[in-house]
């Protein structure tokens, strides 16, 4: 499986992004997508995951700001990300795997194919 994400950049506080991460090749061996998010200097956090079903998780600093969505015609998963902080700059990486239990979504050596992040920067 490959992933192809897309969409970072410079924003101002209260500012918006999406971020988009298409997934190529087989496909059918994953079951999870989600988005992790890596600023300087800190371990990976998970951002928001969705499963095949439409399930999705967010990390609390995110709830009610970001919203992952999925296009299955298009095997591409979105984030659109609101009321952007300076807290959020990071680098934001887009992951996949097949996972049983919903705990699993969490935890970030649970994925087994990762894209090549995308810097998301907010400053004034």
């Known amino acids: 499986v490959q992933l192809q994400a897309s969409g970072g950049g410079l924003v101002q506080p209260g500012g918006s992004l999406r971020l988009s991460c298409a997934a190529s090749?087989?496909?059918?061996?994953?079951?999870?997508m989600g988005w992790y998010r890596q600023a300087s200097g800190k371990q990976y956090d998970v951002v928001a995951t969705?499963?095949?079903?439409?399930?999705?998780n967010y990390a609390d600093s995110v709830k009610g700001r970001f919203t992952i969505s999925r296009d299955n015609t298009k095997n591409t998963v979105y984030l659109q990300m609101n009321s952007l902080k300076p807290e959020d700059t990071a680098v934001y990486y887009c992951a996949a795997g097949q996972m049983e239990y919903e705990y699993e979504v969490f935890l970030h050596y649970e994925y087994d194919y990762w894209g090549k992040g995308t810097q998301v920067t907010v400053s004034s």
């Open positions: 969705i499963t095949s079903g439409g399930s999705t």
């Open positions: 090749g087989s496909i059918f061996s994953i079951n999870v």
